[in-house]
């Protein structure tokens, strides 16, 4: 690990003024920790931010669940309120790693992060969460651009992200048995005038797709997918999964989630 100037901030304000193109802000330091460490990633400045107490917490209005960013997948796993409004989602956190990781990684560092297979991201595109930042509000069909990208600046810092609580939702993986990470995940909600299907671990990024979304908006029951054809074109093919079998999970998980849909 290469040397660094390391600051525990205790608000926003102090960590916009100390970020900079080669910082990074620590968070669960589940991903930054291991990439300094493996000299894969090197920064001037680490800015602690987890003393930052507006940065966490869970708050639930009768439309939407606000999670600040810092708080962490075991927090949001447990969290009575988040059961409640959005199951899924606590279901989602519950599955993410293990438990040192669900106790250590934070929401806010997991989409800042758009690893293509994690599973926030696709909460995030299919829940139509708009991610509030130290500067502004991101709709996340804006926010995930690329593999390990996304629409954040340089010293733009996540404050919390608001989902919007569907009527029913459901999220399944095929998890790699090692990391806990998604092969495939696939999470789907049902609102009043539509239905979201987001999947994440299949390509360079999490994406929604549009034709499951279709055929369910017609007709929501796992049978209107049988008829959906996926083409496996352009998706990640590793030793875990080929294409073909991702694009076939796909449809398998997307029917398990209809079927769970609650
Ligand atoms: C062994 C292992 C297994 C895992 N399994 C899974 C899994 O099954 N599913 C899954 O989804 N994930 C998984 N993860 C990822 C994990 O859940 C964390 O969410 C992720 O590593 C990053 O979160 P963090 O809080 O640790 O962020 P950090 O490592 O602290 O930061 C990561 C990046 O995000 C930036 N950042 C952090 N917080 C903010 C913020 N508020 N605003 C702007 N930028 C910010 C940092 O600058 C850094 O670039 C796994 C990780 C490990 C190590």
């Known amino acids: 690990m290469k040397g660094f100037n390391f600051h525990s901030v205790k608000n926003v304000k ?6 900079s193109g080669k910082s990074a802000f620590l968070a669960g330091g589940m991903t930054t920790i291991p990439a300094m460490k493996l000299r894969l990633a090197s920064y001037s400045d680490i800015i602690d931010i987890k003393n930052i107490k507006d940065l966490s917490g869970i708050k639930v209005s009768s439309k939407s669940l606000k999670i600040g960013a810092t708080t962490k997948h075991a927090e ?30 934070t929401i806010g560092g ?27 509000k991101i709709v996340s069909d804006k926010f995930f651009k690329g593999m390990f990208e996304t629409a954040l600046k340089k010293g733009e810092l996540i404050q919390a992200v608001e989902f919007q609580v569907p009527d029913k939702s459901c999220y399944v993986k095929f998890p790699n048995p090692a990391s806990r990470y998604a092969i495939v995940g696939v999470y789907v909600a049902k609102y009043k005038k539509e239905v979201n299907v987001a999947v994440t671990g299949v390509e360079s990024a999490v994406f929604r797709c549009k034709k499951i979304e279709s055929a369910l908006k017609s007709n929501f029951s796992s049978s209107a997918i049988d008829g959906v054809k996926i083409s496996s074109s352009g998706f990640n093919s590793d030793i875990h999964a080929s294409s ?15 079927a769970g849909c609650k």
């Open 76 to 105: 949001v796993a447990a969290s009575k309120e988040v059961k409640k409004a959005i199951s899924s989602l606590a279901h989602l956190a519950d599955g993410i790693g293990d438990p040192q990781v669900r106790n250590r990684g």
């Open 14 to 19: 102090e960590a916009k003024k100390l970020a």
């Open 244 to 258: 073909d079998y991702r694009a076939h999970l796909i449809k398998v998980l997307a029917k398990k989630a209809v």
């Open 110 to 136: 997991s989409i800042a992060n758009n690893d293509p297979a994690a599973d926030y991201p696709a909460a995030c595109l299919a829940l139509n969460a708009i991610i509030h930042t130290s500067d502004r």
